[in-house]
């Protein structure tokens, strides 16, 4: 008799020694895919472990990791922003513009830089806007607005590739600080600010009450349509940032090709990251380890030679298993 | 005699190490109302649902119509005529009345849909049930108590043979709960069994001819209605004493106090006309009537839910301009809306986030101070005694009696003035609802001013110390001491009698005959 309830209670102490941990099951999870899939890449691969490979890894994780950020804030108060790969592309054109027009090439790298977050942040209100005061859903209006953007993007370009020769712009994407790319710097200085707004500030808290239960949140006094418009303009921004680092790093941006596919890289890593589609909860830590995860795979199949049409049955199989495991869980 | 229906032998059920039901047996005749007592947590949810063939018992005998099972599924227990109506309705709010009542054994000509004939005989349940309402109405058009009735319609559609109402009257005021008894009475006329579970122990006493009163999972009793008073009842689902349910009203002096707030000529468009009411220091303020009467909308305008036609609010004697809920909470006012899941906590928000969701500032030193807000959690546990075994587990785990305590902290966490309550104990049991009515005593004794408004009498004749009973939208009366009893209550709120200026009753004699 003693024996079974001495477990009992061993197992109870385990479990709530791991309640105390900031770590719960939902971060656990990719967490310990992520640890899995970079054992399994460094063996598959001599070159993974390789510093310029990590480093080129880690950059292209960037663009759409701080793209997925954005989409967090997005996803937890209940909405999608599909428009944000076309997002990129119009931005990066408004970079190339104005950096062109100005003959000053630090003063055309800082405007052209300003008028990126500022494009993002006003694509991102058009968003919201319509999601809260024309009550559109979200899924509809980025929809729409995804077509809109690129075909803008690509009527002012006559599709044709923007390239500058401002000899400083590329520095931005280009660079490297301290032995890091620059936007990785920026990928995970986001994270942490993101991190901070979401768990540490009443407007976090804010944005996954209006995704959980947004009646009750109207009732506790919360303004349900300012939080959810404030998110699209959040991802807005982060576009107008990811969208600075791509262009810089090729100093030019192709209107048709930019940007292809973003929205569902965003949303594939917030969703990997254990952030529930329905809204209310999520982790901006999730979203980027869900950003590596997606990274290394396509990393990992490009050095072992799989064919470039599987890299999708991958990435797609990768996805369903992690929404799989999070309903078990639910 | 003839067979029973349903008969139980030694049913018991453990998830995992916990046992939820044990030994429980008894039998059930057909046409007999057998009411099912208990707490929140008791084992009746559990019992209900091994009888619907929800879930397995661990161990036990199930005799349905003389055959034996050791287990049921659904299937084979509806089609021996089990039937139960949940406390959440099964409907689609966007289907017709008719498309309801058939859904899933849709009548069918030709391979076709055969409207016709479905609404032909939606019309004649519902008018077997004397029910007036049109068969081809959207389920999102009818009131709480008409949704209750297409369910009954939709169950005898099946044919059901035992029927089981799990609280059917919590969401109901008293006129329809009498129409729904009458309903049920007909039914077992007709042959039909009832297992009723309500925590109202004077309907259990006034519709059931046997009770089954079970405690901690345990069969505690099986009897004769007749053999027990209410307050037998109570004792026995609590298993100890249940000294006074509701706490002594203070000595009424509320003349003296200057009202804390004020509401005059009050309209909201189609809903309310011309409501004026005030509430002092240190008084409770009962709103009765029937469910859809505009109480709930008097709450919602006042805290800036709803805009207002016309009319003012004064606090402490200054008019105020409250347009959101935010600026109602800085003139300390706090609202408990009777919706408590859909409107009151966020149920995938743990303890700690609930109580603090209104108060949230206080926690902010640059940050939010977590150690803080669970030291506030912490505070409100022990105060209000909440059962939960962990603040950081989502509230939905927690039973219903809890969560309402946890929505009770999270208003009194803006240390609020003047607290309007509605419907404050729906849906939990008997001690919590004793601990709530002590709680709003306390609020009161520290000069709180509290408005509640409950559709059930005896709460507000225990509780309140003034009542005004609302009746389409207008005050039809103001009830004063022993005037606040059921027949006055129910007079007016039916509109049975209209007092000539909608005064005060109760301050001189002649009123009340």
Known sequence: ???????????????????????????????????????????????????????????????????????????????????????????????????????????????????????????????????????????????????????????????????????LFSNVGGGFFLGIPIPVLVFFGLAILAHLLLFYTPYGRHVCAVGANAQVARYSGIRVERIVLSTFVIAGICVGLSAIMLTSRLNSVSPSDAGYFYELDAIAAVVIGGTALSGGRGTVWGTVIGALILGIINNMLNLTGVSPYLQGLVKGGVILLAVLLQYKRA | MSEPILRLEGIGKAFGPVQVLDDISFSVMPGEVIGILGENGAGKSTLLKIISGIYTPTVGTIYLNGQIFSALDPITARFHGVAMIPQEFNLIPTLRVYENVFLGQEVRRNGFLD???????????????????????????????????????????????????????????????????????????????????????????????????????????????????????????????????????????????????????????????????????????????????????????????????????????????????????????????????????????????????????????????????????????????????????????????????????KLLDIEPDILILDEPTRGIDISAKQQIYRLIRDLTEQNKAVIVISSELEEVIGMADRVLVIREGRIAVELNGDDINEEQIMLYAAGARQHVNCKRVGDYDGTTS
């Open chain 2, 115 to 409: 409207h016709a004939d479905m609404r032909k005989r939606t019309q004649e349940l519902l008018s077997s049930l004397e029910v007036n309402l049109d068969p081809r109405l959207p389920i999102a058009q009818l009131s709480v108590a008409q949704k209750q009735m297409v369910e009954v319609a939709r169950v005898l559609v099946n044919d059901a043979r035992l029927l089981i109402l799990d609280e059917p009257t919590t969401v109901l005021t008293d006129r329809e709960v009498a129409v729904l008894f009458r309903v049920v009475r007909a039914l077992v006329a007709n042959g039909v069994t009832i297992l009723f579970i309500s925590h109202k122990l004077k309907e259990v006493k006034d519709l059931c001819d046997r009770l089954l009163i079970l405690r901690d999972g345990k069969q505690v009793e099986l009897c004769e209605t007749k053999a027990l008073n209410e307050e037998d009842m109570a004792r026995k689902m609590v298993g100890r004493e249940l000294s006074q349910i509701y706490p002594d009203k203070l000595p009424l002096d509320v003349t003296s106090a200057p009202p804390a707030l004020q509401v005059r000529g009050l309209s909201l468009k189609g809903k309310l006309t011309d409501i004026n009411l005030e509430v002092r220091r240190g008084e409770v303020l009962g709103l009765a009537g029937l469910v859809g009467a505009g109480r709930t909308e008097i709450a919602e305008t006042i805290m800036g839910l709803r805009r207002k036609a016309s009319g003012e609010v004064l606090i402490d004697g200054q008019a105020v301009d409250i347009r959101s809920p935010n600026e109602a909470h800085a003139h300390g006012l706090a609202y408990l809306s009777e919706d408590r899941q859909g409107k009151g906590l966020i149920l995938s928000f743990n303890v700690m986030q609930n109580i603090t969701a209104l108060s949230l500032k206080r926690y902010v030193r640059g940050f939010i101070q977590h150690r803080a807000e669970r030291r506030r959690a912490e505070h409100y546990q022990q105060r209000l005694a909440i059962k939960a075994s962990n603040l950081a587990a989502p509230v939905s785990l927690l039973s219903g009696g809890n969560q309402q305590k946890v929505y009770f902290s």
């Open chain 1, 1 to 167: 008799m003693a024996q079974p309830l001495n477990t009992k209670s061993m197992g109870g102490v385990a479990r709530q020694g791991l309640r105390r941990l900031p770590l719960n099951a939902t971060i656990l999870a990719p967490l310990v895919a992520l640890i899995l899939l970079f054992v399994v890449s460094s063996i598959a691969s001599e070159y993974f472990l390789n510093t310029r490979n990590i480093s080129n890894v880690m950059r292209q994780v960037s663009y759409t990791g701080i793209i997925a950020i954005g989409m967090t804030f997005v996803i937890i108060a209940g909405g999608i922003d599909l428009s944000v790969g076309s997002m990129v592309a119009l931005v990066g054109v408004i970079i190339l513009y104005i950096i062109n027009t100005i003959s000053d090439p630090i003063q055309a790298v800082l405007l052209g830089m300003l008028a990126a977050i500022a494009a993002g942040g006003l694509l991102g209100l058009f968003n919201g806007l319509l999601v809260t005061r024309g009550r559109i859903a979200a899924f509809v209006v980025t929809l729409a607005s995804m077509s809109i953007f690129r075909s803008l993007a690509l009527y002012f370009t006559d599709a044709a590739e923007v390239s500058t020769r401002n000899p």
